[in-house]
């Protein structure tokens, strides 16, 4: 085979897009014509597998010698060429957890690794903290460990080193401490031969594998039924060898079916992700062998012997059937979707000449299926992403970047809370929407039945129990009258408008993550093109964007199955990479590089060049010519310091460093800016080896024909209501004829709505090229109107819309905080809010990023509008920022927390306010890092910020911040200024792109619209809340109480006293401790966080998170109490530590949960090792802590026992035994060390935690909750986090 493609050779050839709902074919035929088909994904009354049974179809029908294939009977192949395949299964077996039975083997210490993952939770809200459950059943501890020798043997001498080396030999090099109080037994660290591994970075393999012990664990794995093995150690990606070692050990046993090695399936850094996709390779390739097995058993012997079976790997490529791993495969589907419009829609805009007068729009793809709808982005390259999360796992390989929203046809339609609520829960294939004759639920797909832009009588006859009937529109009809009698908010509203209603808000959440794909990486949304393709896609395009402000829409002739037909033309793809560490580019002192010095130049060539040939020679061997290879060469590439790496493609620029010239042109345009001063680094080499699939030529000039005549006449319901329309069949339509809206538009398996004002051209290939009319200012309640007296009154679609934008808006601004931030805490982990503000200070919608922040907010920014507003001072002017961070005179929670607020003025009035809080790392103090464990006044923990203007006529005011960061008298100032004034920046730019998009909100709607819709939206909000309580009232009583305390004995007492009649309630805090000579002080905005977090999981449903939640409840904090201390006391624990507690009294109150570790409740078990309540940030991966910092991780897992027992059991804390490889200062604040977290209900208090030093002689020493002091090398510190409460008597 010379090429990718092979057309007209007399053979048919099938590109199949097994979905979650329908199952698309692509068919070139033998005589090199297409066609497609159509088919239900899941029909077990009919056909076993859906794939199979469209070929079958296909073949039975168009078999050239009239060869009938009847259903029952192996397919006959001897006409077939090709197949190639996306395909669901591993998606659905992962979402399922339907895999193959399978172990984990890890280094000792770690086995627990993959369950903390990185201890976030999803939804912050879940008391429950559900989390998907691990793929492994089993777990092997493999007694091995490799460490890497750079921080260890900096500043030795060699002969030290060698003495090291030669101490593995001869001497017991294991250092074992046991005690009533502490065991472990680790081989020493640093001791033993150095070894270069792959990345250049020397290792030092500690301990090497037993291989007998190997055996015997592995059989007893295979005794239990274990089929499966996923195998990965601590830097296997530098050292592969114990991996290796094991494999084939594995492999000798003949016991399991699959044996994956993680430096084999992605070898990159992060033992995390890489665990996970290990597994993820270990756990669904056998479900895809399994697959495949059932799916030839449709087929006579010829299809694996003649036939090429090609699958579509996540990256957009396509590989042998035999190369296919379960990694590879979640994004198989969706894959095919973007190859496609990518070939189909990204080509210039011609004139009637044929000549080329635009360059092409860069396209989003608007893939909108049966049970989600997926959204990416294409301008002239695919765009990858190397880390993405899917179903809890984390998937370290090439995939598409492609942005998923549970909103597609099948999404069920709910009126909750009154809002408008449209999935995430799915009908799917089976039973599907009410329309489907399945008995199923109502869904987006019955709305647009009932609209009519959905035709019956257009769509396949394949539903009921005989596949001969069409949908079922009286159905679909009963049911949202059904829906409209059960619910208030459907009151007043015909069944046609409830319809509508939920397809506006399906189209906004649909609408939001393109949003986010485009304007948080910078790009112009309104510059690109809409690509709509999949069964349900083209019925919601042109509205869409039309609200993105979109003006151009491409509907492909085969959209209704342009996945399938974008594996026709699918290149094929061999990727090969190498971990990395290598310097790119040394920064010199004029902010540039020097362009002399070229650090890899000696290894990097050689490398790429090697990976190049292995993929070369992969393609070949799959039989494609030499000739047709392309390779194309990257290096993954970051700034010295930084984790974001980026994959930058080798350049044709003349530049003497290219690959660096490109990586700061693209870190500049995702960041927004550039670090001068340090070196670029290689992570890794990667190249991907391609035969470039079949290519379109670029259309040809259409003539004008004017408007074609129309099929018939129908009746559709727009937004003014029912509408006349034309109708056309797509096969009538011939190049140059143009449709004005509105009008239908059947194709052979789609349906396209074109809205009221868009025009459709037909090109020469027979797609269809749409102008989306937009609307002008005064079509909208724009903001010329704003003068009238109208009252807007709350609609609960409009409502339910307006809380899709805020929120949107809001975390757009954490985008692009955490894009345009530098420091690990902000970029990384991820420690910080960002929230929309009425013009007087009241919260509208906080994003819900860290927990402890929700709430706090608004007191910080009515603080800045009483101060600046006051008297004698300068007042609030266009082109000022503030900042502040004092917990108790500026509505802050702790000093490390810098708040940045601004004002957006509109017509010289302020409409809105925007903030952004985030943790700076360093801000001064006694203490590096701004948390002293031991601090009791404020001025010990840092600089103080009251009130400043950050920006001041629009001019950032350096001088003035830095000033206070630095100059703090008798305390040191920040240690990291250059990175505070970096963050300040970047919060600035937060709040930038939130007022831009506000003011696009305001230019859309109108100002009073949209300041009517702040306060409907806390409105609504507070009557969720109200609610609540009054539930709780009515089954609990009117008044609630509990106390709990802190590990000093102070008491943290909340009464709770409940109008039945109205849902107002008193949060009384009277019984509270004094303040304390400590920092465990929590200023007031730290308790209206943690109670407006509780309220808000206590509502147990998706509401709107503002101020509202807050609006029911008084509260009565004592002064000079913990909780409301003096304005100089140390608050830096309050934040952290408090706040947890201040939560465990409110749900104790409430009989919620137990108390937090995290604590069981009445219907479930607590989660282990995961954060909980107010905190949510990243912990480190233990390969990039020790690669980063002079530490060797000596075991993470899970501290067995440590949650209360009971009924549900509370979850487990953590043990983390930490080693430094060179003297350091560690610090540590915390809680719970001496009082036990409460059980509830007749449960069993969890086990308080433990900080222990380990000796170098083996004494151990509990060094308490909170300590600051050295720890030398050869001591390790132990730190166990306390439990979870159990719920319930263990005997009920």
């Not at 957006?904 to 790392?921: D, K, T, Y």
């Not at 929590?1082 to 807050?1110: F, H, K």
Request: some cysteine; proline content about 5%; glycine content about 10%.
């Amino acid at each position: 085979m010379a090429g990718a493609t092979v057309d007209g050779d007399g053979k048919f050839h099938f590109a199949v897009d097994r979905g979650g709902t329908f199952t698309d074919l692509h068919c070139t035929l033998p005589d090199g014509s297409e066609i497609v088909s159509k088919l239900l994904s899941v029909d077990p009354s009919n056909y076993d597998d859906a794939p199979t049974e469209g070929i079958r179809r296909i073949l039975n029908e168009y078999d050239p010698n009239g060869k009938k294939h009847p259903r029952g009977e192996a397919v006959d192949t001897s006409l077939i060429g090709s197949i190639r395949m996306g395909t669901t299964v591993a998606t659905n077996a992962l979402l399922e957890r339907e895999g193959e039975r399978m172990g984990l083997v890890i280094t000792k210490g770690f086995k627990d690794l993959l369950q903390i993952n990185n201890q976030t939770r999803s939804d912050i809200f879940d008391l429950t903290c559900k989390a998907p459950k691990v793929l492994y059943e089993e777990v092997v501890e493999v007694d091995e460990r490799v460490m890497l020798a750079e921080f260890f043997d900096e500043g030795k001498s060699q002969a030290t080193i060698d003495l090291l080396e030669t101490q593995s030999l001869e001497e017991d090099v294991q250092q074992n401490v046991s005690s009533r109080y502490y065991t472990s037994k680790w081989p020493k660290a640093g001791v033993g031969k150095r070894i270069r591994g792959i990345t250049g970075e020397k290792v030092i393999p500690l301990c090497s594998p037993d291989p007998d012990a190997i055996r015997n664990s592995l059989q007893s794995l295979a005794e239990k039924g274990i089929k499966s093995l996923a195998i990965v150690f601590l830097h296997s990606y530098v050292y592969p060898e114990h991996e290796i070692l094991v494999g084939d050990i594995a492999k000798s046993m003949n016991c399991f079916t699959e044996i994956s090695l993680s430096h084999e399936v992605m070898s990159m850094v992060k033992v995390v992700p890489r665990g996970f996709t290990v597994s993820a390779s270990a756990y669904l390739t056998p479900k895809i062998t399994e697959y495949l097995a059932g799916f030839t058993k449709g087929f006579d012997a010829g299809l694996m012997n003649n036939v090429r079976l090609d699958f579509m790997k996540s990256d957009g490529g396509l590989t042998p059937v035999n190369d296919f791993g379960g990694h590879q495969a979640i994004l198989s589907g969706p894959a095919g979707g973007v190859v496609g419009y990518a070939k189909t829609s990204y080509r210039p805009s011609l004139g009637k000449d044929g000549t080329e007068i635009t360059k092409p729009l860069p396209v989003i793809g608007f893939d909108m299926g049966g049970t989600s709808t997926d959204v990416s982005r294409y301008d002239g390259t695919l765009e990858l992403v190397f880390e993405t999360t899917t179903a809890g796992v984390s998937i370290q390989a090439p995939q598409l970047d492609i942005h998923t929203v549970a909103a597609g046809g099948g999404s069920r339609l709910f009126l909750q809370n009154g809002l408008f609520v449209v999935g995430p829960e799915s009908a799917k294939a089976h039973p599907g929407p009410i329309c489907y004759r399945k008995n199923g639920y109502l869904a987006v797909t019955d709305a647009n039945v009932v609209l009519g832009r959905v035709i019956p009588d257009h769509f396949p006859n394949i539903f009921g129990p005989n596949e001969d009937e069409t949908l079922d529109l009286a159905g679909a009809r009963e049911a949202f009258q059904k829906l409209k009698m059960e619910n208030a908010e459907a009151d007043g509203r015909s069944v046609e408008e409830l319809a509508y209603g939920f397809i506006q808000v399906a189209n906004e959440a649909m609408c939001r993550p393109i949003r986010n794909l485009t304007q948080m990486r910078g790009f112009d949304i309104t510059s690109h093109a809409l690509a709509c393709f999949g069964g349900a896609g083209p019925q919601h395009a042109c509205a869409m964007a039309r609200a993105l402000g979109i003006k151009k829409v491409f509907v492909h002739r085969y959209g209704g199955v342009l996945s399938a037909y974008g594996l026709s033309m699918a290149d094929a793809c061999v990727e090969e990479q190498e971990p990395a560490k290598e310097v790119y580019a040394v920064a010199n002192s004029g902010g540039g590089f020097d362009e002399n010095i070229d650090p890899s130049a000696s290894t990097r060539e050689e490398r790429l060049e090697y990976l190049a040939k292995k993929a070369r020679l992969s393609l070949m061997k799959q039989g494609y010519s030499e000739d047709y290879v392309v390779i194309e060469k990257y290096l993954n590439m970051r700034y010295q310091g930084t984790d974001n790496a980026i994959m930058i493609k080798e350049s044709s620029s003349a530049s003497a460093l290219p690959y660096a010239e490109k990586f700061v042109e693209q870190y500049h345009r995702e960041f927004g800016f550039e670090l001068d001063g340090r070196d670029i680094l290689i992570d890794d080499f990667r190249v991907r080896g391609l035969v470039v699939g079949k290519t379109l030529q670029t259309p040809a000039a259409t003539p004008q024909l004017g408007s074609p005549t129309p099929a018939g006449k129908t009746k559709a319901y727009f937004e003014n209501g029912w509408e006349e329309v034309s109708t056309y069949n797509m096969e009538d339509l011939k190049p140059g004829h143009t449709i004005l809206g509105p009008a239908i538009i059947f194709q052979s398996i789609s349906i396209i709505v074109l809205e009221i004002g868009c025009v459709a051209a037909v090109t020469s290939d027979g797609d269809l090229d749409i102008d989306v009319a937009q609307l002008h200012s005064n079509d909208a309640a724009s903001v010329a109107n704003d003068g009238c007296e109208t009252e807007i009154i709350e609609d609960p679609v409009q409502l339910s819309i307006f809380a899709h934008r805020f929120m949107g808006i809001a975390e757009q601004m954490g985008r692009t905080l955490a894009r345009t931030a530098i420091s690990v805490n902000i970029k990384e982990r991820l420690d910080f809010s960002c929230a929309l503000f009425t013009s007087d200070g009241g919260l509208v919608a906080n994003a819900p990023h860290i927990p402890v922040h929700l709430g706090a907010m608004q007191s910080a920014v009515r603080f800045q509008v009483e101060y600046w507003n006051a008297e004698g001072r300068e007042g609030i002017k266009e082109g000022d920022v503030f900042v502040s961070n004092h917990p108790q005179l500026a509505g802050g929670s702790h000093l490390p927390d810098i708040t940045v607020i601004t004002p957006i003025f509109h017509e010289g009035n302020i409409i809105f306010f925007v903030a952004s809080r985030g943790h700076h790392s360093d801000i001064g103090g006694v203490s590096p890092g701004s948390m002293p464990p031991h601090s009791v006044n404020l001025k010990e923990e840092g600089a103080s910020i009251v009130a400043f203007k950050l920006v001041k006529d629009g001019k950032f005011q350096e001088e003035g911040i830095t000033d206070i960061l630095v100059n703090q008298g008798d305390v040191p100032g920040t240690r990291n200024l250059k990175d505070n004034l970096s963050d300040l920046r970047a919060q600035v730019a937060a709040n930038n792109s939130g007022i831009r998009l506000l003011h696009e909100l305001v230019h859309e709607n109108g100002l009073k619209k949209v300041e009517a819709y702040m306060h409907f939206i806390q409105h609504n909000a507070e009557m969720a809340v109200r609610n609540m309580l009054k539930e709780f009232a009515s089954a609990h009583g009117t008044r609630a109480h509990s106390i709990d305390y802190m590990d000093d004995g102070t008491p943290i007492e909340l009464t709770i006293e409940i109008d039945p009649k109205t849902g107002s309630a008193c949060f009384d805090f009277e019984g509270t401790g004094p303040q304390i000579l400590g920092n465990l002080n929590a200023p007031p905005a730290v308790t209206y966080s943690a109670v407006i977090y509780s309220l808000r999981s206590l509502v147990g449903q998706d509401i709107p998170l503002n101020q509202g939640c807050l609006a029911p409840i008084e509260f009565k904090i004592p002064s000079y109490s913990l909780l409301n201390p003096s304005d100089d006391v140390g608050v830096v624990g309050g934040n952290v530590l408090t706040s947890q507690r201040v939560v465990d009294v409110v749900l104790k109150a409430f009989k919620a949960c137990a108390a937090s570790g995290a604590g069981a409740g009445p219907t479930w078990e607590g989660r282990s090792g995961v954060h909980t309540h107010c905190t949510n940030t990243r912990i480190t991966d233990p390969e990039i802590l020790e690669r980063r910092y002079p530490v060797l991780l000596r075991r993470f897992g899970l501290r067995k026992g440590s949650g209360g027992n009971g009924k549900h059991k509370g979850g487990d804390g953590v043990i983390r035994e930490i080693e430094p490889l060179r003297p350091l200062i560690m610090s540590i604040l915390s809680e719970r060390r001496t009082l036990q977290p409460y059980g509830l209900n007749g449960g069993e208090p969890a086990m308080t935690g433990k900080n222990l030093l380990v000796k170098k002689d083996g004494v151990v020493l509990n060094i308490g909750a909170k300590r600051s002091g050295s720890l030398n090398v050869g001591e390790r510190l132990v730190i166990e986090t306390p439990g979870g409460g159990g719920y319930g008597k263990a005997t009920d």
